[in-house]
C-alpha cells in the first residue's frame, strides 16, 4: 500500500485552481498603487528616449500630453514630474521662477487640461538645475550648505503650489527640509498640498540611469554626504521620525528592491502612507535582460512592484506603471 502523508494540513489544497489562488492572496497590486515619473525638457518637439531606460522619453512641453494621454489611457492617474532647464546656474534658481521653470509651465500646463484626471506631484531638488549636479547651495569648498539650501526649497514648493502641484516631493535628504517647506507652503496659503518626504534615501548605485535622462550628475565628489549609507536601517528610522515630527504626509524610501528591509521597518514603524521608488537603475536591469530573452519582462516587473507592496508600501513610483496599468485590477 502506497504510504500516505499523514498531516491533516495540506496547504497544496488552497493552490489547485486559478479560483481558488485568487481568493486567497494575500496580496494586491492596484493601478491607484503606481505613480508614473515623467521628463519634461524645455525644447520645442523633443520626444528623446533615454538610452538607458528604453521605453521612457524627456518630453518637450509642446508634446508632453502624448505621454498623459498614453498613462490616462492605461488607467494610471498619478504622475511625477521631473524637468530640465533653460538654463543652469549655482543655486538652481529657474526652480522657483514662477513663469519661466519648466516645472511651473509644465504643472499648469497639464493641469489646464487634465485637472479631474490627473494627481500631480513635483520633484522638489536642485540636481538638475545646477551647474554642479548637487541637491543645494554649495559652498567654495564643494561643501552642501544645509540651512542656505532651506530658503530656497522653500521658495520652490511654493513656487510648484503657485502651479497647480497637488503634491510636492523633496528628494535631496536636506536636514529640516520637511519643516521648512510645511512652514512655506502654509504661510501661502497651501495647507491643502502635502509632502511625500523623500525620507530614507541612500547613495546608490541603481540611480544612474536617471542622471542620464535630467543631466544631473554632479560634477564633483559624490552624494554621501546626505544621501544615505546603503550600510544603515535604524538611520533610516531616525531621519523618517524627524519628517513626521516636521509634517510630512507620506514617506519614501529609495530605492526599493535592495532595501524592501527598510521599506518593512518604516511601515511597522510609522503611522503614514509609505511610498517606495523602484528606480532607474532597477528599471534598467529588467529591460535589459528581457532585450537578451533571459526573461519575461512583464512578469518580473509585476512580481518586482509586488514584493515592494508586500514589503509594505502603500505606494510605488515606478517606470512601469504605464505599461503594466491595463494588467492591474483597480480598487475604486
Known sequence: MTARFPQLRRPRRLRTSPILRSMVRETTLLREDLIMPVFIS????????????????????????EEIDAILESGIRQIILFGEPDHKDEIGSD?????????????????????????????????????????????????????ETLENLQLQAISHARAGADMVA???????????????????GHENVGIMSYAVKYASAFYGPFRDAVDSAPQFGDRQTYQMDPANVREGLVEAALDVEQGADVLMVKPALSYLDVIAKVKEEF?????????????????????????????VALESLLSMKRAGADLILSYFARDLGPRLPTGV
Not at 518637439?45 to 518630453?59: A, F, L, Q, V
Not at 523633496?170 to 501661502?188: K, N, T, V
Not at 523602484?278 to 526573461?295: C, F, L, P, Q, R
Open 42 to 65: 524645455p525644447t520645442a518637439g523633443t520626444r528623446r528616449e533615454i538610452p538607458s531606460m528604453p521605453g521612457i522619453c524627456n518630453w518637450g512641453l509642446d508634446r508632453v500630453n
Open 95 to 147: 526652480t522657483w521662477d514662477d513663469e519661466g521653470g519648466i516645472i511651473q509651465r509644465a504643472t499648469r500646463q497639464i493641469k489646464d487640461e487634465h485637472d479631474d484626471d490627473l494627481f500631480v506631484l513635483t520633484d522638489v531638488c536642485f540636481c538638475e538645475y545646477t551647474t554642479h549636479g548637487h541637491c543645494g547651495v554649495v559652498a567654495d569648498d564643494g561643501t552642501l550648505i544645509n540651512d
Open 271 to 299: 503611522h503614514l502612507p509609505v511610498a517606495a521608488y523602484n528606480v532607474s537603475g532597477e528599471y534598467a536591469m529588467v529591460k535589459a535582460a528581457a532585450a537578451n530573452g533571459w526573461i519575461d519582462e512583464e512578469r
Open 170 to 188: 523633496p528628494s535631496g535628504m536636506i536636514d529640516g527640509m520637511i519643516g521648512a517647506m510645511r512652514a512655506g507652503l502654509d504661510s501661502e
